[in-house]
C-alpha cells in the first residue's frame, strides 16, 4: 500500500469518523491506556470517575507568561542606548580644585577616625584596622610602585573607590583610573588633629602628615565589603 497515493475521494467530500462506542469516550480511553495488568475499571472508578481533570497546568501556563514578559523586558532594555558610569565628569567639571573641599573633609573625617589630638600622632598598631575599614574618597594617593611604569608618581584626590579601580583627578586637572592590581600606594594622613583654619588650598601633604603603604593586591575589596570583613596580618606581601 502507498500511503503517499493520492485519495480516491475529495477531501471536501470525505465523511468525517464517528464514534461509534455506545460506552463514554473519557472511561473507555482511560481503561484502553493502562496496562493489562492493573484492573483498568477499578483504577478508573477510584482516581478518575467524579473528579475533575485539568487538562492544562494554570500555574505553568502563569509561569510561562511571566518569564516571556520577563525575557521581553529584558530584551528591551538591552536595545536602549547605553548611558555613561555617574562617575564620569564633564570636562568644566573636572577640576582639582573643586574637590579639594572633599579632600578637607575627608581630613577631618580622618581625625574623628583615628581620634587624632593636638598632643601625639596615632600609633599604627591602632591606626591600620580603622585604615583598612576606612572610605577613601577624598584622600590623597600617590603610586609608589607599579608593574606598569607610566603609572609611577601619579597622585590625585580619590574620586570614586571600586573593588579594582581608584579614579582620581590629578593637579593637572585630568582623571585617572589607577588599577589596585599589582600596584603599591602611599596614603598619607593627619600626624594630629585639623583645625577649622586650613588655608583653601592646602592639601594633607602641606601639613604634618604620616604616611601608609597600601598594597593593591590585597586591598581588591569594596569599602562597604571591607568594613565588615575580618582581615589576617602577613608578614611579606609581593609585589
Known amino acids: 500500500m ?6 480516491p475521494v ?11 462506542s455506545k460506552d463514554p469516550f473519557v472511561p473507555e480511553f482511560v481503561k484502553s491506556s493502562l496496562l493489562p ?31 516571556k514578559k520577563k525575557r521581553k523586558q529584558q530584551t528591551n532594555t538591552k536595545s536602549l542606548p547605553r548611558i555613561s558610569g555617574s562617575w564620569t565628569l564633564n570636562p568644566h567639571e573636572s577640576k582639582f580644585d573643586l574637590f579639594v573641599p ?28 580603622k585604615l583598612i575599614k576606612a572610605d577613601y574618597s577624598g584622600s590623597f594617593l600617590s603610586v609608589q610602585m607599579s608593574k606598569n611604569p607610566s603609572l609611577v608618581g601619579i597622585q590625585g584626590i580619590v574620586l570614586h573607590e571600586s573593588e579594582n579601580t581608584f579614579n582620581i583627578i590629578t593637579k593637572n586637572n585630568e582623571t585617572k583610573v589607577l588599577p589596585k592590581q599589582n600596584t603599591i600606594f ?17 592639601l594633607v601633604l602641606d ?18 565589603e571591607r568594613a565588615g570583613r575580618k582581615f589576617k596580618s602577613k608578614e611579606t606581601i609581593e609585589l
Open 2 to 7: 502507498d500511503i503517499y497515493a493520492q485519495s
Open 102 to 129: 572633599l579632600h578637607h573633609l575627608w581630613m577631618g573625617y580622618m581625625s574623628e577616625l583615628l581620634a587624632l589630638n593636638n598632643v601625639e600622632p596615632p600609633s599604627t598598631v591602632s591606626a591600620h584596622p
Open 10 to 20: 475529495p477531501f471536501n467530500q470525505q465523511e468525517r469518523l464517528k464514534f461509534s
Open 207 to 224: 601639613i604634618p602628615h604620616l604616611a601608609f603603604t597600601l598594597f593593591g593586591n590585597q586591598f581588591r575589596f569594596r569599602a562597604t
Open 37 to 67: 495488568s492493573v484492573n483498568p475499571a477499578e483504577i478508573y472508578a477510584t482516581r478518575v470517575h467524579g473528579r475533575k481533570i485539568l487538562l492544562e497546568n494554570p500555574v505553568g501556563k502563569r509561569e510561562k507568561k511571566l518569564k
Open 186 to 202: 602611599t596614603l598619607c594622613v593627619p600626624a594630629y588633629a585639623i583645625s577649622d583654619s586650613l588655608p583653601p588650598n592646602s
